[in-house]
């Protein structure tokens, strides 16, 4: 089986398109398809179902592509270990991650990535949908929500405290509320899906269900929505910490913590070997976060 091959299989599952592809990695269409035709004889199964527009992997195409990767990752690997650390990472590592942590976090941090490991290029997918890793060929996602698939490993990136938080404007209008049962009669803004909001008190959880004007499926516009003055939210520091040092936004009910068990994770396929180039962005990344990150401090 050619390794060539393999990564212009994988390249493909990246980007749909066997021309980009080829041309991705200097070859051309002709020779890109002609590669592939051979792949898919050497294995005896049609990988790609082949249409005018795009390519899309077919169901032997999907079991295939994890191996494949775990093949180039353990070679890349295998060299890295042989070579005593003179080699360097590289190649392109396709990341997805929250679209809002991602601007306003992982982007600040890529000047300092970039100058210390040139040859590796990123592919971002900036989204608060949740993708497929494997279906969608990622190395590597950072979430804020919990771990569901057991397929996958989750590592602990950084702190996600949520707080609630109000514009000094809406308070010297609207008052401060003193108690979790006193949001019954704010005005709340929600993120679409959690209009119950549980709270930490001396005599134990309490849920309020709150409600507003206002409901919204992004955490930048329900953050932005809360420093207009439209009501009470519940926001992430990592969000709100600037808003929070300059007095746009001001924390309410600070004696009553929001019930949260939230961080922000690096997760990625269990069945995978880590690339070099995988293990030395969660690294990066890892460092420059710290135990407590910038907007804790």
Known sequence: MNIEHLKLFIRIASTHNISQAGQDLGLSAAVAS???????TDLGVRLLHRTTRKVALTEEGLAFLPHAEDVLNGIEAARAAI????????????????????RMHVLPALPGFFALYPDIKLDLKLSDTIADLVEGGFDLAIRNSALKDSTLVAKRLATDTRLLTAAPDYLALKGAPQSPEDLRSHACITLSGLEH?????????????????????????????????????INSRWSAYQALRSGELVEVLADYPLKSDTAIWLVYPSSRLLAPKVRV????????????PYWEK
């Open 281 to 292: 962005f969660i690294d990066y990344l890892t460092r420059y976060f710290g135990d407590i």
């Open 83 to 102: 070579g005593a650390g003179t080699t360097k990472p590289s190649g392109t590592l396709r990341l997805t991650m929250p679209a809002s942590f991602g």
């Open 34 to 40: 002609s590669h592939i035709n051979k792949l898919e």
């Open 197 to 233: 909001w549980s709270f930490q008190t001396p005599d134990g959880v309490q849920t309020i269900k709150v409600q507003g004007q206002l409901r919204a499926d992004n955490g930048d516009a329900i953050r932005e929505a809360c420093q207009l003055g439209l009501g009470i939210t």
